[in-house]
C-alpha cells in the first residue's frame, strides 16, 4: 500500500498524474505533511473530495502511539506501533532555542555496541523512510506548537546499514518540499560502516556525521564497537577525513565514559592524538547504565578531569548534557521495558583550548 510521507514531491507528481490529477497536487499533498503535519487525506481541504476519498482508500494509516512518557526536562518518548507488530522509540528533546527530534532508523539493531540497548534482541527489520518521518510527525504534534529545528538520526538502529532509506529520509528531512531543514540541523550518528560514510558524502546531503567512538584503541574498541573488526579505526578515520573534504563539514565522534574502561589520562591522551585532523570535535557522554550491562557511570568529577585532559591537548569537546534520563532516555529502554517488540534474528555485528560547555544531544 502506497505511504505518501516516504515520498519524492516529483515522485508523488508522477503518481498523481497517473490518476490523472495535475502536478501541482504533489505540493499540496507535500504541503499537508510536511508543514502542516496532515496525514489523513480526508482533511486536506483543498484536494478535490472524489481525490480525498481516492486517497484515503490508498495511503497508510498514521503509527499508533502504544506509549508515552514525559521527562521532567520537557523532553517525551513515544513507543510507536507499527502496522506488522513492530514497534520503535523515538524522542522529542527540549531545549532552550527549540527542540530536537531523535528518529530510530531500524527496529533492533545487528552492530551489537556494549553500551546500547536498543540491539540486545538483535535486527528485527529496517525502516521505511515513510515510517521514519512519520517518526518526526508523531513527536512534533508533542512539541506544543513550537518547531522542530533539529533532527538527529540516533535512535534505535544503525542507519547506514539501511542506507537507501536513510539517504531518502535525510532528502525529505532537507529538501525545500520536505521539512527544509538546514543541513547543518540534522545529524546521522555511525557506529562506522565505512563503505556507508563513504556513500554519504558522494550520494546524501551535507548532514553532520557524528561517529559512535568510544575507544581510542583497536583491541578496547573491538570489544566495544564489534564492526571495528571489519574497519578498524584507521580506515574509520580515513573515512571520516574524505566526508569532511568531501562536504565541508567537520565530523563529530560521540564517546560514551565508563569507569575504568575508557576514561583514563592516558585514554584520553591517546583519543587527542588519535582523532587530531580527522574529528573535529568529542562529545563526551557520562554512561547511561542500562540493564544486563557490567558498566558504571564516572563520577562528574572525573568526566570533568577527561574533559580538561583533551582541551589540553587542544581538542574540542562538549561533555554532553543527560536528556530524558527520569524516562529512560537511552534507546532501547522503553521499547524493552513495553516488551512490545518481535524476536530479533540476534545476527552479530557484520558491518582548540576553552572551557568545555555543556550542550544536549545532536549539536555538532
Known amino acids: 500500500m502506497m505511504d505518501i510521507r516516504g515520498r519524492s514531491r516529483d515522485e508523488l507528481a508522477d503518481w498523481l498524474a497517473s490518476l490523472g490529477e495535475p502536478p501541482y497536487r504533489a505540493r499540496q499533498l507535500m504541503r499537508w505533511i510536511y508543514r502542516l503535519g496532515v496525514v489523513d487525506p480526508s482533511a486536506m481541504t483543498d484536494l478535490p473530495r472524489e481525490l480525498r476519498a481516492r486517497l484515503t482508500g490508498l495511503v497508510q494509516r498514521p503509527d499508533a502511539v502504544l506509549q508515552r512518557l514525559a521527562a521532567a526536562d520537557g523532553s517525551v518518548k513515544l513507543l510507536l506501533a507499527y502496522g506488522d ?37 538483535g535486527l528485527i527489520r529496517d525502516l521505511t523512510a515513510a515510517e521514519m518521518v512519520g517518526q518526526v510527525l508523531a513527536l512534533r504534534q508533542q512539541a506544543g506548537g513550537r518547531p522542530v529545528n533539529r533532527i538527529v538520526v540516533m535512535g534505535g538502529g544503525e542507519p547506514l546499514a539501511n542506507l537507501d532509506h536513510s539517504l531518502r ?44 567512538l568510544h575507544a581510542p584503541t583497536d583491541p578496547l574498541r573491538d570489544q566495544l564497537v564489534p564492526i571495528n573488526r ?23 565522534a560521540e564517546y560514551v565514559l565508563a569507569q575504568g574502561v575508557n576514561d583514563r589520562p592516558e585514554d ?6 588519535l582523532t587530531r585532523g580527522a574529528i573535529g570535535h568529542i562529545n563526551l557522554i557520562p554512561l547511561n547504565p542500562i540493564p544486563g550491562a557490567d558498566f558504571k557511570r564516572p563520577r562528574d568529577e572525573a568526566v570533568a578531569a577527561f574533559a580538561r585532559q583533551l582541551l589540553d591537548r587542544g581538542t574540542a569537546v562538549t561533555i554532553r548534557r543527560p536528556l530524558g534520563r527520569d524516562i529512560g532516555g537511552a534507546c532501547g529502554q522503553l521499547r524493552a521495558a513495553a516488551g512490545a517488540v518481535a524476536e530479533g534474528t540476534g545476527r552479530p555485528a557484520a558491518e582548540p583550548g576553552g572551557k568545555a560547555r555543556k550542550s544536549p544531544p545532536g549539536d555538532g
Open 230 to 252: 571489519r574497519y578498524p579505526l584507521a580506515q574509520l578515520l580515513a573515512a571520516c577525513r574524505h566526508y569532511a573534504q568531501a562536504t565541508g563539514r567537520r565530523v563529530t
Open 169 to 212: 529520509f535525510l532528502r525529505l528531512s532537507t529538501g525545500s518540499g520536505g521539512f527544509g531543514l538546514s543541513p547543518r540541523r540534522v545529524t546521522l550518528s555511525t557506529c562506522g560502516l565505512v563503505p556507508g560514510i563513504l556513500a554519504l558524502a558522494s550520494q546524501g546531503p551535507p548532514v553532520t556525521l557524528s561517529v559512535s
Open 268 to 273: 584520553a591522551r591517546r583519543l587527542s592524538s
Open 85 to 121: 507488530g513492530v514497534a520503535v522509540e523515538c524522542v522529542l528533546l527540549r531545549h532552550g532555542y527549540g527542540y530536537t527530534a531523535c528518529v530510530s532508523s531500524q527496529a533492533g539493531c545487528a552492530m551489537g555496541c556494549a553500551f546500547c540497548q536498543s540491539g540486545q534482541a
